[in-house]
């Protein structure tokens, strides 16, 4: 079918598609995160096993194999980087939490060491609460379980957050 060396170098190709794709993922998180420095060099990184690969296929184009090796490479790093980028969870995100009992879901939030902003509003069946809360990725999870501890029925959304402003500093996210 192939030849033993054919298929090595096709597993090369989809290994470093893997990697360089993963890298691309994480490169445009950070892009979006405002983090230049981190953005940069992994571009760098990304492009030179990109070109690796791309020229490995393009040196024999009469190989299916390493075609099929690049495009698979492709589909596996998109992700693998979504994966690990999501696993990191870098920056912080807002998490907004409308709420009956607002009160209630506030105070156990500043219990647990969270700044929490609390709104009155109205709401479609009436009276509601809104509370904003800015907490780093990995505690969105924790922030949701307390709120739905206490009120199961409250409705959240959560944003990602470029930088913040306290008026005088910027806080890099």
Known sequence: MFPLAQLLVALIIFV?????????????AMIVRGRKAYA???????????????????????????????AAGFACGTWVGITIEDMLKIGEQVVRIFSA???????????????????EGSGRDGPVQLLFTQVKRRDVRKVNDLARSIDP????????????????????T
């Open 153 to 172: 029925s409250c409705y959240l959304v959560i944003d990602d957050i470029r930088f913040a402003s306290t008026g005088v500093h910027q806080i890099r």
């Open 16 to 28: 470093a598609r893997v990697v360089d794709v993963s890298l691309a993922t994480f490169r445009h």
């Open 101 to 119: 009992q607002g009160d209630s879901v506030s105070a156990a939030l500043r219990d647990v060491g969270y700044r929490v902003t609390l709104f």
């Open 40 to 70: 940069l060099v992994v571009a760098f990184v990304e492009s030179l096993i990109w070109i690796y690969a791309v020229s490995r296929v393009l040196s024999d184009l009469t190989e299916p194999v390493t075609a099929l090796a690049f």
